[in-house]
C-alpha cells in the first residue's frame, strides 16, 4: 500500500487511487444494478403482454408517463446517482502591494589600501590611483616584506 514511506502511512497520490477506484465500483455497481432492473422489466413485459390479451387488463408499467415524479420509496425504479453539488470558490479582492520608495543613495568611489587584515592603512580618490600605489609599495618597503598591503576599489556614500 505504502511504497518506501516506511511508517509513515500511504501517500495522498496512494489515497487518491483508492479513492477513484473505489467511485469507479460505485458507478458499476450502479449501472450493472440499472441494467439488471431493465432486464427484468423488459421479460415482465412480455408476459404481461400476453395476459393482457387474454385477460383484457392493462399493464400499469407499459404506460408509465415520463414526465410524472418518480417515487422515492419505490424500490423497483431505477436509482440515479446524485450529483455532488460543486463548490463556489469566493475569491477576494485584490489588495494593491505597498511598496517602498527607494532611496536614492549617491556614491562615490575611493581607491583603499588595506594590510593583509583588511586594516585600512590610506584612502584616496578614485582621481589619485597612482598615489595610492605610491602609499602602497611605501607601506611594502617600509615593513620590508613582512606584511603584504593591496589596493581595492570601494564605493562610499556620497556626504553632502
Do not use: C
Not at 502591494?97 to 562615490?108: E, G, L, M, W
Amino acid at each position: 500500500m505504502a511504497k518506501g514511506r516506511g511508517s509513515r502511512g500511504p501517500t495522498r497520490m496512494d489515497l487518491r487511487k483508492q479513492n477513484d477506484a473505489a467511485e469507479a465500483r460505485e458507478r458499476d455497481d450502479t449501472t450493472e444494478e440499472v441494467e439488471d432492473e431493465e432486464e427484468e422489466d423488459g421479460e415482465e413485459d412480455e408476459e404481461g403482454e400476453g395476459d393482457a390479451e387474454v385477460d383484457g387488463d392493462v399493464d400499469a408499467e407499459a404506460e408509465v408517463d415520463p414526465d410524472a415524479e418518480v417515487d422515492p420509496d419505490d424500490e423497483d425504479a431505477p436509482k440515479k446517482p446524485k450529483k455532488k453539488p460543486k463548490a463556489v470558490k469566493k475569491v477576494a479582492a485584490a489588495k494593491p502591494k505597498r511598496t517602498k520608495a527607494v532611496k536614492i543613495v549617491r556614491q562615490k568611489a575611493v581607491w583603499k589600501v588595506l594590510d593583509n587584515s583588511g586594516k585600512i592603512v590610506g584612502v584616496f580618490p578614485f582621481q589619485q590611483k597612482g598615489e595610492a600605489e605610491a602609499h602602497r609599495d611605501a607601506k611594502i618597503l617600509e615593513k620590508e616584506g613582512k606584511t603584504t598591503f593591496y589596493i581595492q576599489l570601494i564605493k562610499e556614500p556620497l556626504e553632502e
